[in-house]
């Protein structure tokens, strides 16, 4: 049994703001449960709280009896961080997932047949003897995990561990997760999500916000209970909305013909020219001005790299990159935003990238609390924090402002939705729609189908080197190829399900979501 009694913490010591206050929680042996609220409302913190890395300011945390790995030996309770990056220590994957076993003091025949059976388990393998910083950001999470598992706690506190997997990793992080529990009744399971489609496979949800907690109770229970939602500022799932009386008729998709912005012919690219064989080969694509393109592909298969191609991060081995008109400029996030702060407020980080315009000090600060709320960062509030001291969703908002400010033609946001709340995507939402409307063209690199539904115009899906396809939102969830990649769009399985059909991938096309009706 975990039990929170009356814990009181804030970032900064006693005279801060508390993140928890008075917060009092039971979690019994055995239990699944998954924990979801707004960005900054202290779900990492809990999560720290409990693994001992942080100590409430008052309060106690009990862990009742002593956590014990699978083995039997004693153990704590296994975290996986936001950021993989943040979890790993060691230089390549095999030292990864051994770490553990050897801080354990293990026989190494012990060692060399957990490697092997976890490498095994998480399609890590191929990747053994690969150095940690190369690989992309969902095998890193796929790696933090592995490392996770062959550490052997039986409680696990899995902070949004889905967020840079795949669909096919994410679908195996499920299958593991279960086997471990069906192996194990007293195998503990603490997850944070932001995504309503994973917290209702859980039978109790606990949503955080001002400091405690607003709900505790099933996910249906609290998703259809209007006045915990509004507090909440979360949106349930489409099945607890009114739809309209009918279904639209599917729209007649024009293939706008856009003057191009960036042609891409024939790209080759290695990160390693004494290995064998190229990450693109001959890989070709126009990207269209003013467009929403979005841009999918498995885990490795180098979509951030071709983003870097793009901004000129990295020199192509051979093909051009060409820019329709000189002046364009091609800027872009990265998926661990806090990888491009490098100044002491938000204010200077936005502010970095004005300055060059030669405003005076009214207009800076005009132009830097423009960029911020459009990326949904109220300015009175965040201008003079530490981007080091935000929560995951909060720098992810401030890497928005950043871009943004920059009044590139061209913008690429590298999974953007990773750790953002509702009111997060939302911002998101408004914020590409603006940039629509200012005629930049915007491209997105994510695993967040639902958002590729609502926000692109085209779909470019690579694989194997190459960009195998482009086509519209609509043709793409409703053919065999996207079910490979993506989880199906809620939207596209509630038309199914609902009228036998499916005519649009846009959910206001048949809700009214600014008021939740149950």
């Given at each position: 049994m ?16 508390p993140v ?10 055995g ?29 106690r ?10 083995n ?15 979890g790993?220590?060691a230089?390549?994957v ?21 490697v ?14 690969r150095?940690?910083?190369?690989l ?22 899995l ?12 679908r ?52 259809s ?37 960036v ?7 290695t990160?390693?020219s ?6 693109f080969?001959?890989?070709?694509l ?7 393109l ?10 951030s790299t071709l983003a ?34 490098f ?18 000090a ?14 949904g960062l109220d ?20 890497a928005?402002?950043v ?34 409307q ?22 470019a899906?690579?694989?194997?080197g190459?960009i195998k ?50």
């Amino acid at each position: 049994m975990i039990r929170c009694e009356q814990v009181t913490f804030g970032y900064g010591g006693g005279t801060a703001l508390p993140v928890l206050k008075d917060f009092s929680l039971t979690i019994p042996t055995g239990e699944e449960l998954v924990v979801i609220g707004g960005n900054g409302s202290g779900k990492t913190t809990l999560g720290l709280l409990l693994c001992g890395i942080l100590t409430p300011t008052s309060g106690r945390i009990i862990v009742e009896p002593a956590s014990q790995r699978r083995n039997g030996d004693e153990s704590g309770i296994g975290f996986l961080f936001q950021d993989p990056d943040n979890g790993l220590v060691a230089t390549t994957v095999e030292r990864e997932v051994a770490f553990s076993l050897e801080n354990r003091n293990l026989p190494t025949e012990t060692i060399q047949r957990e490697v092997a059976e976890t490498l095994d388990r998480f399609r890590l393998t191929r990747f053994r003897e690969r150095l940690v910083w190369t690989l992309s950001g969902g095998e890193k999470q796929r790696l933090s995990l592995a490392a996770l598992f062959a550490a052997g706690s039986n409680i696990l506190f899995l902070d949004e561990p889905e967020s840079y997997l795949d669909y096919d990793s994410a679908r195996q992080l499920e299958q593991t997760l279960k086997e471990l529990r069906s192996a194990n009744p007293d195998f503990t399971i603490i997850r944070v999500t932001q995504y309503p489609r994973v917290a209702e496979r859980y039978h109790r949800m606990v949503i955080l916000g001002e400091g405690a907690i607003i709900g505790d109770d099933s996910p249906e229970a609290l998703f259809s209970n209007q006045i915990v939602m509004a507090r909440s500022r979360l949106r349930p799932p489409l099945k607890y909305f009114q739809p309209r009386s009918s279904l639209p008729t599917p729209a007649i998709i024009e293939d706008k013909q856009r003057e191009p912005l960036v042609e891409i012919t024939d790209l080759a690219f290695t990160y390693d020219s004494n290995l064998p064989g190229l990450l693109f080969d001959n890989l070709s694509l126009t990207i269209r001005r003013g467009e929403v393109l979005a841009l999918v592909g498995a885990s490795g298969s180098g979509k951030s790299t071709l983003a870097q191609l793009i901004c000129g991060l990295y020199q192509p081995v051979s093909g051009v990159i060409h820019f329709t008109s000189p002046e364009t400029r091609a800027v872009m996030t990265f998926q661990q935003p806090e990888r491009q702060f490098f100044l002491d407020t938000a204010f200077a980080e936005v502010a970095y990238g004005i300055r060059k315009r030669g405003l005076d000090a009214d207009r800076l600060s005009a132009a830097v609390q423009s960029s911020m709320e459009m990326a949904g960062l109220d300015f009175d509030l965040f201008c003079h924090r530490d981007p080091h001291s935000l929560s995951g969703g909060e720098a992810r908002r401030l890497a928005f402002a950043v871009i943004v400010a920059l009044q590139a033609e061209l913008i690429i946001f590298d999974e953007p939705t990773c750790a953002l709340d509702e009111f997060g995507v939302r911002s998101f939402k408004r914020m590409t729609d603006r940039l629509r409307q200012e005629a930049k063209t915007v491209v997105i690199i994510t695993h967040n189908s639902d958002i590729i539904g609502e926000l692109a115009d085209r779909i470019a899906v690579l694989a194997d080197g190459a960009i195998k396809a482009v086509m519209d939102p609509l043709t793409f969830f409703t053919s065999p190829e996207s079910e490979k990649l993506l989880p199906t769009p809620e939207v596209i399985r509630y038309q199914r399900e609902r009228f036998g059909r499916v005519a649009t991938t846009r959910p206001a096309d048949i809700f009214s979501l600014d008021e939740f009706s149950a």
